[in-house]
């Protein structure tokens, strides 16, 4: 520790240049305010100038689940352009950011026509609200215990059939949600059978997938 010199004279040349009657030690307060200064320092409370400044808070996570649903190469968002009772036979797929997904059905052909497949959302999600659009006889839809998997068979003949839903909110120890569709006509799995959104867009394949949030699943 630095010494302070005890008086203001000089020592001469009899005297003893370190002899501790010529020094004192810092006071209490001066210690003190010394130790005190250099916490203030090494914790950052103190800006340039001696004045006290808080730490700014670090930035907030990145919501898990940003953004809207996406299927790569194909736009989802909006009803198929011109869809009407009685159009060609597929199974007609598009979302809306207001209302959640909708499924449709219809043919232009004399029926009846059979409608199947399976819905099924990844861990982080689960489906809600679920409504079968209209009930003829023979037409089946129901929902896993877990709420993960949602089954259809419709019978379909120049009307419509359908259903909608909505997918449960983002769970911040996911960062995406996945939903996984199965759609199949008759017999068939083809993808020229599904039309996605307003463009009549068809998946790649069948199964195929749609993800929201960063592109990871768990």
């Given at each position: 520790?630095?010494v302070?010199?005890?008086?203001?004279?000089?020592?001469?040349?009899?005297?003893d240049?370190?002899s501790p009657?010529?020094?004192?030690?810092?006071?209490?307060?001066?210690?003190?305010?010394?130790?005190?200064?250099?916490?203030?320092?090494?914790?950052g409370?103190?800006?340039?100038g001696?004045?006290?400044?808080?730490?700014?808070?670090p930035?907030?996570?990145?919501p898990?689940?940003?953004?809207?649903?996406s299927i790569?190469?194909?736009?989802?968002?909006g009803?198929?352009?011109?869809?009407d009772?009685?159009?060609?036979?597929?199974t007609?797929?598009?979302?809306?950011?207001?209302?959640?997904?909708?499924?449709?059905?219809t043919?232009?052909?004399?029926?009846?026509?059979h409608?199947?497949g399976?819905?099924?959302?990844?861990?982080?999600?689960?489906?809600?609200?679920?409504?079968?659009?209209?009930?003829?006889?023979?037409?089946?839809?129901?929902?896993?215990?877990?709420?993960?998997t949602?089954?259809?068979?419709?019978?379909t003949?120049t009307?419509?059939?359908?259903?909608?839903?909505?997918?449960?909110?983002?769970?911040?120890?996911?960062?995406s949600?996945?939903?996984?569709f199965?759609?199949?006509?008759?017999?068939?799995?083809?993808?020229?059978?599904?039309?996605i959104?307003?463009?009549?867009?068809?998946?790649?394949?069948?199964?195929?997938?749609?993800?929201r949030?960063?592109?990871w699943?768990r």
């Open positions: 520790m630095t302070i010199p005890a008086g203001t004279e000089h020592a001469g040349s009899g005297a240049p370190i009657h010529r020094f004192r030690w810092p006071g209490p307060h001066r210690v003190l305010s010394v130790a005190l200064c250099a916490a203030l320092a090494g914790g409370l103190l800006a340039a001696g004045v006290a400044s808080a730490q700014p808070p930035p907030a996570p990145a898990a689940c940003s953004g809207g649903w790569p190469g194909v736009q989802i968002e009803a198929p352009r011109g869809f009772a009685g159009d060609a036979g597929r007609y797929l598009w979302h809306d950011g207001n209302t959640g997904w909708h499924m449709r059905t043919d232009a052909r004399p029926g009846p026509h409608y199947w399976a819905i099924t959302t990844s861990n982080a999600a689960s489906l809600a609200d679920v409504k079968k659009v209209k009930v003829d006889s023979g037409d089946q839809l129901s929902v896993s215990p877990d709420k993960r949602l089954y259809y068979s419709f019978t003949y009307g419509i059939d359908g259903i909608d839903f909505h997918v449960s909110g983002c769970n911040p120890a996911y960062p949600q996945t939903l996984t199965e759609m199949h006509k008759n017999d068939n799995d083809r993808t020229d059978l599904i039309d959104g307003p463009n009549h867009a068809h998946p790649a394949k069948n199964p195929f997938s749609a993800t949030g960063a592109p699943t």
